[in-house]
């Protein structure tokens, strides 16, 4: 599943931190990349990683044969050839954080029916017309959010058409009342630690169920888990994807507050993001060559982190290894060389001092490598 690329804006007094815009895209990614020549089928895309990151910063390379290939079936990202002399092979590139902003903190001070919204433009890659339907459908919207008083907010979700999704609803009635979110405090008028709050397609509770379920109390923080919303987020499936959605809240009671660090939403289909740059390969520049997966498995955890982080490098054989963090806005943090030993490679890290935000870990051995993302939470 690929994030689809959001250009976010803010309706409250704060601004967020753009980082991927076509602009900022870099245009020297190299052209001279090697891979495993198989049959495919003319006019299919497909995905690999670049073999310079230095020059193409965190990105996918979204490759389409055009004309014609060998007669033999489908291939697999990485796998596909075409016949020399008749075809030529054309790639994107794109910034891979499509979909995944982290903001200056959106305050959402105390009030009593108060709404505010955060505001988020979806770039579609399938014409004007294409629907939410058509693209695998709005799986999950997350928010990095903190609150002292959940039994007080309406959250919802709206998209470009005026249709709505309501995630969260204020009920008075309910067993919903002081919960946290995140470590919200309501003496303080800045933001406090978050957490990180997804609702999603396949959801077992609300958030109104599991606090009833599992007796979550006064003064207790709702754990960083997925929510299923109120209403089912298919009701965006007759909507244009393309256009301006927001993210709403209403702080229904006094004596409360919280924050939005970040927003993202993911949709159902794997769809290269819009912002790109076609670079047109020669077939001589085209290997034969197999560059293998020696890194075929890299994971994270726990995720989210709050202060020690393991990461866990799988490798096929033993090679020398670079593991490299990435902020949220995509600088370089910290580099570490290791050797990589055929089978499962641990590296222990502090997070402890690490803003709150989304992180990007890749570990390459020169000749692959493998991306993973972390969210920080307090």
């Known amino acids: 599943m690929i994030r689809f690329l959001l250009l976010l804006a803010l309706v409250v007094p704060t601004a967020f ?63 596909f050839g075409f016949e020399t002399g008749t075809s030529e092979l054309t790639y994107q590139y794109s910034e891979s954080r499509s979909g995944e902003f982290t903001q200056d903190a959106a305050l959402l001070p105390d009030g009593n029916g108060s709404e505010y919204e955060v505001s988020f433009e979806v770039i579609g890659t399938g014409g004007s017309d294409q629907t939410v339907g058509e693209a695998g459908g709005l799986a999950r919207i997350c928010a990095v959010m903190e609150h002292s008083y959940l039994g007080d907010l309406d959250i919802w979700i709206t998209c470009s058409d005026g249709t709505a999704v309501n995630i969260h609803t204020y009920d008075p009635a309910s067993d919903v009342g002081r919960q946290l979110l995140g470590q919200g405090d309501e003496s303080t008028v800045t933001p406090d630690p978050p957490g990180l ?19 979550v109390g006064s003064n207790q923080t709702m754990p960083d888990i997925d929510y299923k919303p109120e209403q089912p987020l298919s009701r965006f499936d007759s909507s244009l994807i393309a256009g301006e959605w927001n993210l709403h809240f209403r702080d229904n009671l006094a004596r409360d507050n919280g924050s939005v660090a970040s927003v993202f939403v993911d949709f159902g289909t794997n769809l290269a993001p819009p912002c790109v740059q076609e670079v047109k390969i020669n ?17 994270a955890y726990p995720n989210p982190v709050t202060d020690q982080l393991t990461i866990q490098a799988n490798s096929t054989s033993g090679s020398q290894a670079t593991l490299e963090i990435y902020s949220p806005n995509g600088q370089l943090l910290e580099t570490r060389s290791a050797y990589l030993s055929a089978g499962e490679n641990t590296f222990q890290l502090s997070a402890k001092d690490w803003p709150v935000g989304v992180y990007s870990v890749r570990v390459t051995d020169g000749s692959s490598e493998r991306w993973t993302k972390v969210v920080k939470t307090q």
Not at 204 to 209: A, G, R, V, Y
Request: include cysteine; charge should be negative; proline fraction near 8%.
């Open 283 to 299: 077939q001589g520049t085209v290997s034969n060559t197999e560059p293998g997966l020696v890194i075929p498995e890299l994971r």
């Open 197 to 215: 709050y997804c609702w999603s397609v396949g959801a077992p509770n609300t958030m109104s169920e599991h606090v009833t379920i599992f007796n």
């Open 17 to 79: 931190n753009l980082s991927a815009q076509c602009e900022d895209l870099t245009t020297n990614c190299p052209e001279d990349l090697s891979f495993n020549l198989k049959a495919g089928e003319s006019d299919t895309t497909f995905v690999v990683s670049p073999p310079d990151t230095n020059q193409c910063g965190t990105a996918n390379l979204y490759y389409t044969i055009n004309g014609p290939v060998g007669a033999a079936g489908r291939g697999v990202p990485g796998e």
